[in-house]
């Protein structure tokens, strides 16, 4: 079996809302794969229609190789889930509910779950009700992470998380990869998906907008080029492929579709380089260019706003 | 140079005290939107239940001599003096009528008030909304204020409404004021006590008990003040605001005073409640958390035992009340016997009750009463269901091996057993003391049978409560309806002359009335049959429907 979760035209609707609105989603198995988009876009829905919480009203949804629906309970034995907001029992103890989720799980590894309350700094004797929203998630995340379990999903389980303990978290999810365990990793921190993530979704109203690796995304976005030339720039405005150009005598600064590199780069040599920096796409770039123009139809799902 | 700087530091500390209730008057508009319907409604219901018994008493007891006849039958026993209160004028309309209302009225208003200020205190303050609220420029006393001016209001509503209806049933104004008055009064007071508890502790639910044990503690005093005295109430209801509402002799007196001990009760409490929100932080309490286990307990792996867990401190509660219950029934059960010299209550009660004496009369009368309270507990315990659904508790669980129906059964389970474990506790206490008051200790099954026979018709409560959790979620409070119409029906059905198909509704109509009645087993299996169709009802229906989200 190759791949871990596959999704096709899924469907949600609560009311009138279509939460899900035709989503495609694809995870291979032993990959990290990065689950993003703006807020109310349906990342955690999905999540939970694939831990068969919420019943999907169309479309094609496979974990595991089963239903998660219909075999819940069996599919559940061989994955972890940590929710985005983790809410505890007042009178548990973290560790007790570590213990408890894990046994409910089908067993977790005691030296495991000791080396990751170590890293993670988590007193697990505190009661639900005294721990911080940090503390609340690294409980979530320590009783995931020690179970041995296929697969991981993760709805933005570094939220609250420091700097320290999200670099823990990092270390943490990169071993479970070594492992060969498949993650699921929704989030809002995109240094956290550039480092971990082979391949990303990004989603929007419902749909899926992109989805790759991180290399064939960095394509389709642009590079900033700044160049000092022989003589006046000539060939550019007129290229296609080039963006917010400005010209200053012999100097050009513009940004070039990362896909047209090759082409406008032939224009310049035509005129002659003598300096040349270019700046490749920031992830950000590439995830503002999908998230933008959003703002406006969020969970109204205007017609049409498909990218 | 001092001069100046002092009255400055005077000044600061006023301005900060009055900051303290910024955005008060805003909390208190949002507290009336969320409660609007059901504030109503629960004014609503006490002022029909009053103007109800009003009317259809005024039927009743047409001549000041058969309402001689029922005030002395009920002040002439200990038993109806420790649950209704002593009738103070027995040629008054009005006292007669309303006996069964004023104190135990009086105990309902007081419970919605501390539910109320807890809701919008305590409560918000756990779930975390607060602290959104709680940034903006809102002042530390606000919650709190907003919380108990909306008690005040809702309280003073009433009054004002209950009056206005008993006048129109041809009581006279100033008793119904006094009547609407005393029942305002105790909403108050513990609007301050359930305002003090939201203190106390991090949980809305204990806040709650408090609250809750604190009503009944008032409650009980008075019970023994007033069925220890002869021909007066003794010091033991005057420790009592429950017992000072029922001070205020509305229709027999009306002693405006009296009131004023709640309402110097009412401050005092408020007072020390806003001393603690000066003192402790957000979403801390008083009652200090101690640590927990480092590792779970071995036997803490299913849902049973995480579900046994979380329902223990509250099922030991009920358990001790129980058996206390118990034993203060037993043993009044045996004095009954013993009031020979009054010939109505004599036959009121037999007429009432069973047939086989006095003293059965009353224990039947008492385990009717009973199978309210279990089934009270039997939803609470069952609603734990949907607390944990929709505080993203369930959610976690249900997303490791456990299934949903062994989920739910979990919670289910306990509040079956728990019933059961509640009557039988109670059975077995009452029974004894009565055993041992009589010497007879053969009465200890007899009790015990007719505390049991009272678990069908509370199963039938914890259906509902099921069936709405399965298939409308959103309802999930008509489980509590369904209990409060039940009790109504039970209370009221037949002074109000209501159909008798409308009063079969209620399951508990069809319990057979033990001790002292036949034990006919058919209304029993079918009382079951109803409860067990509908928790599978319910039971399908969740296991098809979305999970709620917090
Ligand atoms: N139970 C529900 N009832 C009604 N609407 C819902 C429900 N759950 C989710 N929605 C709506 O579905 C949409 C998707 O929500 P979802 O929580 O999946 O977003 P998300 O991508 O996880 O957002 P975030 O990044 O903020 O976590 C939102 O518009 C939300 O309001
Ligand atoms: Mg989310």
């Not at chain 1, 559940?76 to 213990?99: C, F, K, M, Q, T």
């Not at chain 1, 296929?150 to 939220?159: A, Q």
């Not at chain 2, 507290?31 to 219901?45: G, S």
């Not at chain 2, 129906?405 to 057993?417: E, G, I, N, Y």
Request: proline share 4%; aromatic share 6%; charged share 15%.
């Amino acid at each position: 079996m190759t791949t871990a979760i596959s999704v096709s035209g899924l469907v949600k609707t609560f009311g009138q809302t279509r939460a899900l609105d035709g989503l495609d989603l694809t995870v291979r198995t032993g990959e990290v794969h990065g689950f993003l988009g703006p807020n109310g876009s349906g990342k955690s829905t999905t999540i939970r229609v694939l831990l068969g919480l919420l019943r999907a009203d169309a479309g094609e949804v496979r974990l595991l190789g089963g239903d998660p629906w219909a075999d819940a309970t069996s599919l559940h034995r061989r994955l972890a889930y940590v929710p985005g907001d983790v809410s505890l029992w007042p009178n548990l103890s973290g560790g007790e509910v570590i213990d408890l989720l894990g046994r409910l799980r089908g067993g977790l590894n005691q030296t495991r779950r000791d080396e990751l309350l170590e890293r993670f700094d988590l007193d697990p004797t505190k009661k639900g009700r005294t721990y911080s929203k940090g503390n609340r998630q690294k409980v979530a995340l320590v009783a995931a992470l020690s179970s041995d379990v296929e697969l991981l999903v993760l709805d933005e389980p570094t939220s609250g998380l420091d700097p320290l303990m999200e670099s823990v978290f990092q270390e943490c999810v990169t071993e479970e990869r070594e492992r060969g365990r498949t993650v699921l990793l929704s989030s809002h921190i995109l240094a956290e998906v550039e480092t971990l993530c082979e391949r990303v979704s990004i989603i929007r109203l419902g749909r899926t907008v992109e989805t790759g690796t991180l290399a064939e995304l960095r394509h389709l976005t642009r590079t900033s080029i700044a160049a000092e030339l022989a003589g006046p720039p000539t060939g550019l405005a007129e290229h296609p492929g080039v963006h917010d150009l400005k010209i200053d005598g012999n100097q050009a600064r513009f940004d070039v579709d990362t896909q047209q590199l090759d082409a406008v780069l032939r224009e310049l040599t035509r005129v002659g380089v003598r300096s040349l920096t270019s700046q490749p796409p920031t992830l950000e770039e590439l995830f503002l260019r999908h998230y933008e123009g959003d703002l406006a139809g969020n969970g109204r799902h205007a017609a049409g706003v498909r990218s | 140079m001092t001069t100046t700087a002092v009255p400055a530091q005077a000044r600061a500390a006023v301005t900060a005290q009055r900051d303290g209730f910024a955005g008060t008057g805003a909390l208190v508009r949002l507290a009336l939107r969320r409660d609007r319907i059901v504030a109503t409604l629960w004014v609503l219901l006490f002022v029909v239940m009053a103007a109800g018994s009003a009317s259809a008493s005024a039927e009743l007891f047409p001549t000041v001599e058969s309402r001689v006849r029922a005030a002395t039958a009920i002040n002439d026993a200990p038993a109806t003096l420790a649950l209704y209160g002593r009738v103070f004028d027995p040629t008054s309309l009005g006292a007669v009528s309303l006996i069964k209302l004023g104190a135990f009225g009086a105990a309902l208003v007081a419970l919605v008030s501390i539910f109320m200020v807890v809701r919008h205190t305590r409560a918000e303050e756990e779930s975390g909304r607060l602290e959104l609220i709680g940034s903006a420029v809102v002042g530390r006393y606000a919650t709190l204020s907003a919380a108990l001016l909306l008690s005040v209001a809702t309280s003073l509503a009433l009054a004002l409404l209950t009056a206005l209806a008993l006048i129109g049933s041809g009581l006279p104004a100033a008793g119904a004021l006094a009547f609407g008055l005393a029942w305002a009064g105790a909403g108050i007071a513990f609007a301050a006590v359930g305002a003090l508890a939201a203190q106390v502790t991090e949980s809305a639910r204990t806040a709650n008990g408090i609250g809750a044990a604190v009503l009944a503690a008032a409650y009980l005093l008075r019970a023994a003040g007033d069925a220890s005295g002869v021909d007066t109430s003794t010091w033991l209801s005057w420790l009592s605001p429950i017992g000072w509402a029922q001070q205020v002799r509305p229709f027999a007196g009306d002693r405006w005073w009296v009131l004023t001990y709640l309402l110097v009760f009412a401050v005092l409490v408020a007072v020390a409640a806003y001393a603690l929100v000066a003192r402790r932080d957000h979403g801390a309490g008083l009652l200090a958390q101690r640590p927990g286990p480092e590792r779970a307990a071995r036997r803490l792996s299913s849902p049973l035992a995480l579900a046994l867990r979380l329902h223990r401190g509250s099922l030991t509660g009920w358990l001790v009340g129980m058996a206390l219950g118990g034993l203060i029934v037993g043993s009044i059960a045996s004095q009954i016997g013993e009031i020979a010299d009054n010939d109505q209550f004599r036959d009121m009660i037999t007429k009432l009750g069973g047939q086989r004496g006095l003293t059965d009369a009353f224990l039947s009368a008492e385990m009717a009463i009973i199978g309210v309270i279990v089934a009270a507990y039997g939803i609470s315990a069952t609603l734990r269901l949907r607390a944990e659904e929709t505080g993203g508790r369930a959610e976690p669980l249900l997303a490791t091996g456990v299934g949903r129906l062994r989920w739910a059964a979990s919670h289910l389970t306990v509040a079956l057993v728990g019933s059961a474990l509640l009557a039988a506790v109670l059975g077995l206490f009452a029974g004894f003391a009565h055993g041992a008051a009589v010497d007879d200790f053969g009465q200890i099954g007899r009790v015990l049978v007719a505390a049991l026979v009272q678990l069908p018709a509370v199963w039938v409560l914890v259906g509902i409560t099921v069936a709405v959790f399965g298939l409308a979620p959103g309802l999930v409070l008509a489980g509590w309806a369904a209990l409060v119409v039940f009790l109504l029906l039970g209370q009221f059905g037949e002074i109000l002359n209501l159909p008798a198909g409308l009063m079969d509704l209620s399951p508990f109509s069809h319990t057979p009335r033990l001790p002292g009645g036949d034990l006919t087993l058919t209304p029993l299996v079918v009382l079951t049959a109803i409860a067990a169709v509908l928790m599978v009802a319910g039971l399908a229906g969740f296991r098809r429907r979305d999970l709620s989200t917090s």
